[in-house]
Nanobody, 113 residues
Framework: QVQLVESGGGLVQAGGSLRLSCVAS????????MAWYRQAPGKQREMVAV???????NYADSVSGRFTISRDNAKKTVYLQMNSLKPEDTAVYYC???????WGQGTQVTVSS
């Protein structure tokens, strides 16, 4: 079982930036693809970005060009750099380990207009 702990959320004005972090426990982090998802009130959870164990990346169309996912295997950490934030990016952001299907507790991101 992998434990995931997210941090870095907060309140930011439209056009601002935030960087989310997700620290993993256990020894399989480097073997697994990792992903960020988000869930806005009243909406389904959606994939935002994914990074493979070899650091290939893929993004939802809605964030492509604004968000960047990266990983540091030595620190067992995956990051989500979010730039040019929009009010519609407001959501709880979750970290996901694809190998174990583990989820973090989520971190709230609120973007004011």
């Amino acid at each position: 079982q992998v434990q995931l702990v997210e941090s870095g959320g907060g309140l930011v004005q439209a056009g601002g930036s935030l960087r989310l972090s997700c620290v993993a426990s256990g020894s399989i982090f480097s073997l697994s693809s990792m992903a960020w998802y988000r869930q806005a009130p009243g909406k389904q959870r959606e994939m935002v970005a994914v990074i493979t164990r070899l650091s290939s990346t893929n993004y939802a169309d809605s964030v492509s060009g604004r968000f960047t996912i990266s990983r540091d295997n030595a620190k067992k950490t995956v990051y989500l750099q979010m730039n040019s934030l929009k009010p519609e990016d407001t959501a709880v952001y979750y970290c996901n380990c694809l190998l174990t299907r583990s989820w973090g507790q989520g971190t709230q991101v609120t973007v004011s207009s």
